[in-house]
């Protein structure tokens, strides 16, 4: 079947600009994850979604970054007035709570602001 | 914060030649898994291992797990040029869900 999808791959914007990032999980998947990896890094919780409500946001760095699942599928990072701090791959991940929490990952998004 | 540490952060070895990666952590953990990321995008999934278990396989890869002194290694059995990649080790535990990644080991077979 289909694996996590992200929308869009690269995201060039300018410092005070807003972003959304798209990221449709796996069918199935209940949770769903927000990650950001930085250069040489390993990844970084942001937030996670247990269907649509965020069960756990304590990663989000400052008010700047949201998060929604509305629907309890596709969910949207929102990140408003970038700064050039933000510039970071933004991964998203989805499991089902019925396995180990297995998370399986999506390509992810490069976000660099100018 | 990055709970774990990946040791060595680089090796390079030849084609053919097993790679060992370790993994040290700080508290403890429900499961561990171990992840391969090519160029900086998204990270597969290779193997989970779980807090009761020591020792696991999957293919060219095994895995170890001591509980007791915080610490997974993966093994990667004749290695290929195109296992070049950098493996991270993330953890969960202490009732969350979300994992803590290490900062990775950069692996680099040469033909």
């Known amino acids: 079947g289909a694996g996590v999808s992200q929308t869009p791959s690269n995201k060039v914007t300018e410092k005070g600009k807003y972003v959304e990032l798209r990221c449709d999980p796996i069918?199935?998947?209940?949770?769903l994850y927000w990650y950001r990896q930085s250069l040489g890094q390993g990844p970084e919780f942001l937030i996670y979604?247990?269907?649509?409500?965020?069960?756990?946001d304590s990663g989000l760095p400052n008010d700047r970054f949201f998060a929604v699942r509305p629907e309890g599928s596709v969910s949207t990072l929102k990140i408003q007035r970038t700064e050039r701090g933000d510039s970071a791959v933004y991964l998203c991940?989805?499991?089902?709570?019925?396995?180990?929490?297995?998370?399986?990952f999506g390509p992810g998004t490069r976000l660099t602001v100018l | 914060s990055q709970q774990g540490e990946e040791d060595p952060q680089a090796l390079s070895i030849q084609e053919g030649e097993n790679a060992t990666m370790n993994c040290s952590y700080k508290?403890?953990?429900?499961?561990l898994q171990w992840y391969r990321q090519n160029s900086g995008r998204g990270l597969v999934h290779l193997i989970l291992i779980r807090s009761n278990e020591r020792e696991k396989h999957s293919g060219r890869l095994r895995v170890t797990l001591d509980t007791s002194k915080k610490s997974s290694s993966l093994l990667i059995t004749a290695s290929r040029a195109a296992d070049t990649a950098s493996y991270f080790c993330?953890?969960?535990?202490?009732?969350?869900?979300?994992?803590?990644f290490g900062q990775g080991t950069r692996l680099t077979i040469n033909p």
């Open positions: 993330a953890t969960d535990g202490q009732g969350a869900q979300k994992l803590v």
């Open positions: 979604f247990q269907g649509t409500g965020a069960a756990d």
């Open positions: 508290t403890s953990i429900n499961n």
């Open positions: 069918s199935g998947h209940t949770a």
């Open positions: 991940a989805s499991s089902s709570l019925a396995g180990y929490n297995e998370q399986f």
